[in-house]
């Protein structure tokens, strides 16, 4: 290394200088590998459903067993896995060295985030493993959403992984607090607002969102604990309580949740764009409103995931209105990115092809929202797999597609080597058909009718043929997604024996963690940093 | 070339067998052309943007395109509008489907009841006049003195398929459901009628429908309730007016005269016994014991009465209209049997020591 001796992997050594650090992107690093753990664990289960799925009649695993496979493939998904995926991981890493600080706003908090996330993480694998060892225990069963009052009546571990769920929320609400600060308090001179780089906008947003919406989760879960501990009555509907109720409460947090989960991948995709067309982004503005636009109104549509719950049809009809509110600033990003590719010069690196991927998944994702948030069609859709693969199309299509496209952009900078450019593009690729094999097909599935979370599904003549062939799809789908995501991963983890030492800045991109070396020294830049240039300008 | 095409893929929607298909449908595909419509142009401009601006080399300088407002206006309010439609449209259809009352209103009131109760892990039916057909296992045991009819080819295909629930419903007539649940949330789905709502242990969902197509269809659970959740399923018939006619007439069959007092004491078990002793002694309400027949049966108010067939069915109907001296504070529930039940019962209480059919046994 010529530009210097040391970095911050390399200038403290041994494990204890890894627990005990509280430098931003070594804590980054350690919430990258965690997730990509819960992502290799949700992904078994998920191929657990897969298979069972193949062929309608399937007696591959037990019901029970079924029952507890998707449960624990959400919950691992959405707590483990998507929340702490990008602004943990990829965020922690990056927002302080794109801000021009030497670190977050409260590195100790930072530590204690990963910490309480560990904590999290060990209750959650309690409640998945004791069953097995415990006797008079079950396999957890009620579904992430734990919806009352089955999840009062299941002998499952309810109180153990709601309790884990509770615990990751403050892991949740400690990254969302830091960052707020930070990108207040810690910006580089001259760094205006709106001279922010898009991602920071982004995170901005998931953080407003993650510490005001967080707490409600929390409230909800132990009330749900001390229904079922206590019975006190207040969801179970045998002792008076309000079983609707405690989806209002779920899904106050839960539908935010999702844009907690989206947001990070959009400011992702601004800077992937961008970069890979050598051009400024179209729109800034838009861009950065509409990340603030769907944060706040992503707060007043938790009702379109109840409108067959009995709420009344005037709520229905009031947050179906603003279910396409919100329809708006998404589909006005989308049309951003592409007016920006015009005219551009557009490299066809693995990042810009997860992007470019992203484009198309995503805008079947969003698009299809539209069936969902329309009163009459959701009637038919509601509680089917077209749900299932409309959530999919925007949580993989789009997060996760973004994760693993920042994933690509940013490697270089956390390890300072290149990876294989072939291989990643080629992984890339395969994940593209492998996704749109699995989820495509749901979406006949549930148009015809076919329910959630059915372990076995023989239907009637009319759809007996659809529900076979579709299925049987899905899961090939299903396996050709795991290996594409398996082929990216080895790809990456060969690049750190051999991959060629990175630049400072590989992609030719213009914000700030880009001038300093690859991987950056410990307190990110060798000299103060200094706000030469807007971001965009090419 | 292109029918070919668009039968191989696979089906889109289920049969449409309600007077809500056409609606729901035809918003269903108006979103679908909007869709296609912007997906074409979104990853069209895309893949041609891709193709075109293609990089060539590495000092190429592109052009400072920040915005466009004329575009940005045009992009903003285009899916406003479209999407106002959408939600116009989708709300119109789902407010008839949740409201029966203005809608049943039009046809003169003129319908069917039917309650459906979801339980952990099938529906129960109940028809006009009180018949409850119960999952097929239930069917055979708990109501065999109630049901006569079965309908053994479907139970027989449905048992292959996992069906665990039979109901059967006139084409042509409107007809109210009113849904509760026993334990958890369930949710009543008809994917042929385009109607689904959740159902709740102490809560009334009602939704309504008014088939258009005789055949068989299937009804799900779409609400995870429970290990058995994949087998809430049940099979749906809609029949000619004719066909229904004979199924009623089925359920309405009588039991066989040996097996009526046997009916009653069951009912009288279940439902009566906590309040009315057959020895004598008083509870909350009289003894039966030597009541049937008792001439001068003294009242509250003074009057006496003949206890006879007319003034046992008053008290099992109108149970406060007149009270036995002694019984003026305890008030008796109303009690909800049909005709059939009602005659069971009465039997019963003109008898109460043994069956009158029984024949004596000849040694």
Request: proline share 5%.
């Amino acid at each position: 290394m010529s530009e210097a001796g040391t970095n911050y992997i390399n200038h403290e050594k041994g494990i204890m200088s890894w627990l005990t650090t509280v430098d931003h992107k070594r804590i980054g690093l350690m919430y990258l590998w965690s997730a990509v753990a819960a992502l290799a664990a949700g992904g078994f289960f998920a191929l657990m459903i897969r298979f069972q799925l193949m062929s309608p009649e399937n007696d591959l695993i037990s019901k029970q067993t079924y029952n507890q496979a998707f449960t624990l493939h959400g919950v691992i998904m959405v707590f483990l896995f998507i929340i702490p995926s990008i602004p943990a991981a990829l965020g922690n890493f990056v927002l302080p060295i794109q801000v021009g600080a030497k670190d977050v706003a409260f590195p100790r908090m930072n530590l204690a985030s990963y910490y309480i996330y560990v904590v999290g993480s060990i209750m959650a694998l309690a409640a998945i493993a004791l069953p097995y060892f415990i006797e008079g225990w079950k396999p957890l069963d009620a579904g992430w959403t734990f919806y009352a009052p089955y999840s009062k009546q299941t002998a499952g571990p309810v109180i153990l992984m709601t309790m884990a769920a509770f615990v990751l929320g403050f892991s949740s609400i400690f990254t969302g607090l830091n960052f707020i600060v930070t990108i207040h308090k810690l910006r580089v001179k001259g760094m205006g607002w709106y001279k922010m780089p898009l991602m920071l906008w982004a995170l901005y947003a998931t953080s407003i969102l993650q510490v005001l919406a967080t707490p409600v989760i929390g409230i909800t879960l132990l009330l749900l604990a001390m229904e079922r501990v206590l019975d006190i009555g207040i969801f179970d509907p045998a002792k008076g309580g309000d079983p609707v109720l405690f989806q209002h409460f779920f899904w106050f947090y839960s539908h935010p949740a999702v844009y907690i989960m989206i947001l990070p991948g959009m400011g992702v995709i601004s800077e992937l764009i961008s970069t890979f067309c050598k051009k400024v982004i179209f729109g800034y503005n838009a861009i950065a409103n509409s990340s603030i636009a769907i944060a706040v109104i992503s707060f007043f549509v938790w009702g379109h995931h109840m409108f067959l719950s009995q709420q009344t049809t005037f709520s229905s009809m009031v947050f179906s209105f603003l279910t396409f509110g919100v329809a708006i600033p998404s589909a006005i990003k989308i049309f951003n990115w592409v007016a920006t590719l015009y005219r551009g010069s557009i490299d066809l690196k693995t990042p810009m092809c997860y992007a470019l991927s992203f484009l198309f998944l995503f805008t079947i994702g969003g698009l299809t929202g539209l069936y969902l948030g329309t009163l009459s069609t959701d009637i038919i859709l509601h509680d089917t797999y077209f749900v299932v693969a409309h959530f999919h199309y925007v949580m993989f299509g789009g997060t996760v597609i973004a994760f693993f496209g920042g994933l690509h952009f940013w490697w270089p900078k956390m390890y300072g080597v290149m990876y294989n450019e072939f291989w990643g593009r080629l992984a890339c690729g395969i994940i593209f058909i492998g996704f749109n094999m699995t989820f495509f097909s749901q979406f006949f599935l549930g148009s015809t009718g076919m329910p959630r979370r059915y372990h076995s599904y023989a239907g009637d003549a009319h759809v007996a043929e659809t529900w076979k062939s579709m299925s049987g799809l899905s899961t090939m789908g299903a396996v050709i997604l795991g290996c594409g995501i398996a082929i990216m991963f080895i790809n990456l983890l060969i690049s750190l024996k051999t991959g060629k030492k990175a630049p400072r800045n590989p992609w030719g991109a213009t914000t700030l963690e880009w001038e300093t070396q690859s991987p950056p020294v410990h307190e990110n830049f060798e000299e103060e940093p200094k706000f030469t240039r807007e971001p965009y300008s090419y | 070339m292109l029918n070919n095409t668009l039968a191989m893929l696979p089906e889109l929607l289920p049969p449409e067998a309600s007077t809500f298909a056409k609606d729901t449908d035809s918003t269903f595909m108006f979103i679908t052309w909007v869709c296609i419509f912007f997906f074409v142009l979104i990853v069209g401009l895309m893949t041609y943007f891709v193709v075109k601006y293609k990089r060539k080399s590495e000092d190429e300088v592109t052009p400072n395109i920040s915005h466009n407002l004329f575009l940005e206006i045009i992009w903003s309010v285009v899916p406003i509008i479209l999407v106002l439609f959408m939600f116009y449209w989708g709300y119109v259809a789902y407010a008839k489907m949740m409201d029966p009352v203005a809608v049943l209103g039009e046809d003169g009131g003129e319908h069917i009841d039917l309650y459906v109760n979801g339980k952990q892990w099938s529906w129960d039916i109940t028809y006009p006049g009180g018949f409850t057909i119960n999952s097929k296992d239930s069917l055979k045991m708990k109501n065999e003195e109630e049901f006569t009819w079965s309908p053994k080819e479907l139970i027989s295909e449905g048992k292959e398929n996992n069906i665990t629930s039979y109901m059967t419903v006139p084409v042509n007539v409107p007809v109210r459901l009113s849904m509760t649940s026993n334990d958890v949330i369930h949710s009543f789905a008809v994917p042929a009628f385009r109607i689904k709502k959740d159902v709740i242990l102490n809560r009334n969902a009602i939704i309504w429908f008014k088939a258009t197509k005789p055949g068989l269809y299937i009804y799900t659970c779409n609400e995870m309730c429970g290990i058995d959740h994949g087998h809430m399923i049940g099979y749906l018939r809609v029949v000619e007016q004719d066909e229904y006619d004979k199924f009623m007439k089925a359920l309405d069959v009588p039991l066989p005269p040996e097996k009526q007092w046997a009916a009653g004491k069951k009912l009288y078990l279940n439902s009566c016994s906590a309040c009315h002793s057959l020895d004598g002694s008083p509870r909350v309400g009289p003894s039966w014991k030597g009541l049937y027949g008792k001439k001068g049966h003294k009242m509250v108010d003074g009057s006496t009465v003949d206890v006879d067939d007319d003034y046992i069915r008053e008290s099992i109907l109108n149970p406060n209209a007149k009270k036995a001296e002694g019984f003026g504070a305890a008030v008796m529930p109303i009690q909800k049997l049909n005709e059939k039940q009602l005659s069971y019962l009465m039997q019963f209480i003109k008898s109460p020591d043994k069956d009158p059919n029984t024949k004596p046994e000849n040694k």
